[in-house]
């Protein structure tokens, strides 16, 4: 028997036992009982459009608040770690691991929470305030390895010749390196966005008010209220129409960038 056709054999095998899988899952589930739980179409009903006009819009507000928070304290760390003064790089380095070391959850506990009692100080925006203020810091750090990744991707060549051209070091940054860096970055950071959308469920722990509910924190208090699951089934749905198209788009820049390559 040739290569080929055991080849073939093999995956029209993996597809039958896949298929046969999916068939018993189906088979074994309590469709009934899924549906009274989890797919109720009065209590859908109850949740729009609330849910889309607060909870989602909500959600995409803060994580376009923590991705541009995060961007900029990103690209100052980045530049800090390439830094040839020392105490920059320790600085930014010590930052950087501390916070993609914590768990954001507890980065958010601490600026809700422990911060405020330590320091007495109130921050802007009360508990949600708090919340984004985590959020950008743990964002600023995961997004600084990314920008110092695309800056040392950019060729030498092009720092050189801006330098022979008697550009200052600062300008050659901004208007040649960083550039062409963010173009090699743009795929890791679209997924930086795409898990700071998820990362906004964590904000239940500083607490919020009826208008600054996100998905997670509205489905939450729904359920509650309902004393049925179909809100967490919606707000699954909700997230997955907001990243899915998010997760494709990054695919086709990287396949994009592949090409150019």
Do not use: C
């Not at 009360?126 to 040392?152: D, F, K, P, S, T």
Request: glycine share 8%.
């Amino acid at each position: 028997m040739r290569k080929t056709t055991k080849r073939r054999l093999g995956r029209g095998a993996l597809y039958l036992i896949f298929i046969a899988a999916v068939l018993l899952l189906i088979l074994l589930a309590d469709w009934a009982t899924l549906q009274e739980n989890f797919f109720q179409i009065d209590v859908a009903r109850e949740q729009l459009p609330e849910m889309i006009t607060v909870a989602a819009k909500n959600t995409v507000l803060f994580t376009l608040i923590a991705f541009a928070g995060g961007l900029l304290l990103g690209i100052l760390l980045a530049l800090m770690k390439l830094s040839p003064i020392p105490p920059y790089r320790w600085v930014a380095t010590g930052y950087i691991e501390l916070f993609r070391g914590l768990p954001a959850l507890l980065t958010i506990f601490g600026m809700a929470y422990a911060l405020p009692i330590a320091f007495q100080v109130n921050i802007p925006g009360g508990a949600v305030g708090a919340g984004l203020l985590a959020l950008i810091m743990v964002a600023g750090a995961y997004m600084a390895e990314v920008i110092r990744a695309g800056i040392q991707g950019v060729p030498k060549g092009q720092a050189e010749a801006a330098r022979s051209l008697g550009m200052p070091a600062g300008r050659t940054m901004v208007s040649i390196i960083l550039p062409q860096a963010f173009r090699i970055v743009i795929p890791p950071m679209t997924n930086e966005f795409v898990l700071l959308i998820k990362d906004t469920s964590l904000l239940f722990i500083a607490g919020s008010t009826l208008a600054t509910r996100e998905i997670t924190t509205f489905a939450r208090d729904s359920v509650v209220t309902s004393a049925n699951a179909t809100p967490l089934m919606m707000a699954a749905m909700l997230y997955l129409l907001i990243t899915v198209p998010l997760t494709r788009v990054v695919a086709i820049l990287e396949r994009r960038m592949a090409r150019s390559r």
